[in-house]
């Protein structure tokens, strides 16, 4: 597949030619905490020296509310309306890496033993353009679970900056290959691949060994550092729902009146205490020790014996966002010592 | 520093506390919230302009101590809450030490280096650096540079604004509302046992990030804090959406206050507004 060299100019081009066709087009937000739907280039931010947004771009692929199904009742009847959109074209441009990376990560548990068709269906329809990242804060993490400021995994085309005003766009898969033959017209430089040069960028350093840190998640269900950390967690669930790869949702019925309605499929958290709370009042993680253990474990412990994949991608967001400041970069750390301990002890 | 380590090792030492509230730093030196069990743990604790938590979250979230006492280190308008927990029978005066914090002033944007343009807009107003109510009392008062009040502007534009426009502006707002309750689960007065959010036989509020959902949750917490809030401003501090929630709060406290002349988390022993009928308060404010 060939790369190509995109200028600013460019970019805006493309972003005005995709508006005013049939897509959603999607970017950072002007104050970088988000990413939103934009109407009009001059909002587009494309900025490889940002820190990740608060949020990330999850709910464009696994919306916060999404509806699966409208009902109606005619007398003892109901009718089910399909929900689904089935056209909508999505567009993201300058994802980072510890973004678009949860979208195949995600995708392993949303194709398990049922083929999720609102996520398969927005994955489809959706072409992510990513950028390299870089910025480094004491949060990151990304070289420890396995990827990096240039990594290109779930992007279809791959930003690289050159300079202030040029980017060299790298293309990743099939569907990005597709998207740039329908769009001729902006793909036109093309630039050897020895000559992108991705020297300049910062590589954080590796903080822990997630192998490591699994052996010992696997032995050590019941220890005195979970006591410690559900301590100070107030189970406010600002990490999952601001986390790229946290998945769990709800599903709830919601009524416009008594003869219709809506069944929709709502993001949920882990650290909540009624997540797990039974019909019988029985509650398996009733402290939050347990529901912190439960949130590190998924991520390092369960998802990488299912599906032999991290379910974290580094990014910090949900130590930058943390009202009480717990470091999951540092939990990590320890456990990793905790490991390298009881491996030297036996 | 020392005086703070020095008292609340004393605490442990004498076996009157269980457990200290108190901020720690972490490896990369961030002030956070520790809760010490013992008086090595205690030499950890440190008070700067970081610490911005109101600890008095944890006095309704950590189990109750079976022996002694719970410690907590708190600044002045932290102990409103405290306060408040005992004017609401959270809590019992006996069953808590409060090491009262003279303070001067926090942090707004807590990765950023303290100063005066990046100092938290509640301590503008502060009337409580040298707290009102406390067993012990350390730390020196020294003189503060204050914030610009940036929010009062935005308070009197709303409150010239149509209905119309009102609504315009907190959809757009709680738009952005993920449903996490981050608001909910930092805000010492949100204790109760089961939120209604969480009610689901019948189900009261949309748990879902819709306009009716995000209103009606955003809605029912301010009713419930009205005349309750103290103002610590932990819930806009922990909003991963960055919705303005204190505009919403600090209005419905300067109603409590222009309407009832009254005030929460001030006086153990005053009832309060909303626990408490009074023949003389006024009617016209009932629409």
């Known amino acids: ?346 | 520093m020392k005086q703070l380590i020095d008292i609340s090792k004393e605490l442990f030492e004498s076996k009157k506390v269980a457990y200290i509230i108190g901020y720690a730093e972490d490896k990369f030196k961030r002030v956070k919230p520790f809760v010490a069990h013992s008086s090595l743990d205690a030499e950890t604790f440190v008070f700067n302009n970081y610490s911005v938590n109101n600890l008095s979250v944890y006095l309704t979230r950590l189990p109750k101590p079976k022996d002694g006492k719970i410690g907590i280190v708190a600044k002045g308008c932290d102990i409103k809450s405290i306060i408040a927990l005992i004017q609401e029978n959270q809590i019992k005066r006996d069953d808590v030490i409060i090491i009262g914090v003279n303070c001067n002033s926090v942090v707004n944007q807590i990765d950023e280096q303290f100063s005066k343009e990046n100092t938290a807009i509640k301590c503008k107003y502060c009337q409580v650096r040298t707290p009102a109510h406390y067993d012990y009392l350390v730390g020196e008062i020294k003189e503060v540079e204050l914030p610009e009040d940036k929010n009062f502007a935005i308070m009197q534009k709303l409150d010239s604004m149509s209905a119309e426009e009102k609504w315009n502006f907190w959809e757009a707002e709680f738009e952005k509302c993920v449903k996490c309750y981050a608001c909910r689960q930092v805000c010492p007065l949100c204790y109760c046992e089961q939120c209604i959010v969480d009610k689901s036989m019948p189900r009261w509020i949309d748990s879902s990030a819709t306009t009716k959902g995000n209103f009606a949750w955003n809605m029912i917490r301010a009713f419930h804090l009205s005349g309750r809030c103290i103002g610590c401003n932990e819930c806009e501090r922990a909003c991963p959406a960055d919705i303005p929630l204190s505009l919403l709060n600090r209005k419905m406290g300067m109603v409590a206050m222009n309407e009832f002349n009254y005030r929460h988390g001030t006086d153990i022993n005053q009832p309060t507004l909303i626990g408490n009928y009074n023949v003389n308060d006024k009617e016209d404010f009932i629409m």
């Not at chain 1, 049939?22 to 280039?41: L, P, Q």
């Not at chain 1, 392993?108 to 804060?137: H, P, S």
């Not at chain 1, 420890?144 to 900056?161: H, N």
């Open chain 1, 1 to 346: 597949m060939n790369n190509y060299v995109l200028s600013k100019d460019q970019i805006n081009k493309l972003t005005q030619e995709l508006l005013t066709s049939d897509y959603k087009v999607i970017s950072s937000s002007k104050d970088g905490r988000r990413f939103v739907a934009i109407s009009s280039a001059d909002d587009l931010m494309i900025n490889s020296n940002q820190k990740p947004s608060a949020v990330s771009m999850k709910e464009f692929f696994f919306p916060k509310t999404e509806t699966l199904f409208f009902y109606k009742r005619n007398k003892d009847e109901y009718d089910l309306i399909d929900a689904i959109e089935e056209n909508q074209l999505q567009i993201i441009f300058g994802a980072k890496p510890c973004d678009t990376s949860a979208i195949p990560i995600v995708s392993k548990v949303f194709n398990w033993d049922y083929k999720d068709v609102f996520f398969n269906k927005k994955v489809e329809n959706t072409i992510i353009i990513g950028l390299t990242c870089n910025f480094i804060d004491e949060n990151c993490f990304c070289t420890s679970v396995g990827l990096s400021p240039i990594s290109e995994k779930g992007s279809d085309l791959f930003l690289i900056p050159i300079d202030e005003n040029k980017f060299a766009c790298k293309v990743v898969t099939e569907k990005g290959e597709k998207f740039v033959s329908s769009h001729s017209n902006i793909f036109t430089q093309t630039i050897d691949e020895q000559s992108i040069n991705t020297n300049d960028i910062k590589i954080p350093e590796k903080r822990f060994e997630p192998k490591e840190v699994k052996e010992w998640l696997d032995k050590n269900f019941n220890h005195s550092l979970w006591d410690e950390l559900g301590e100070n967690c107030l189970g406010c669930a600002q990490c999952a729902f601001a986390c790229p790869t946290c998945h769990c949702f709800d599903i709830v019925d919601e009524e416009c009146n008594h003869t219709c309605g809506r069944r929709a499929k709502n993001w949920d958290a882990c650290q909540f205490e009624i997540f797990t709370k039974h019909a019988s009042g029985h509650n398996p993680r009733n402290e939050q020790d347990k529901r912190y253990r439960q949130r590190i474990s998924h991520k390092f412990k369960y998802y990488a014996d299912k599906f032999d994949e991290i379910l974290c991608t580094g990014c910090g967001r949900c130590t930058r966002g943390c009202p009480v400041f717990t470091d999951i970069g540092i939990i990590l750390e320890d456990i990793n010592q905790l490991a390298k301990e009881s491996i030297s002890n036996n």
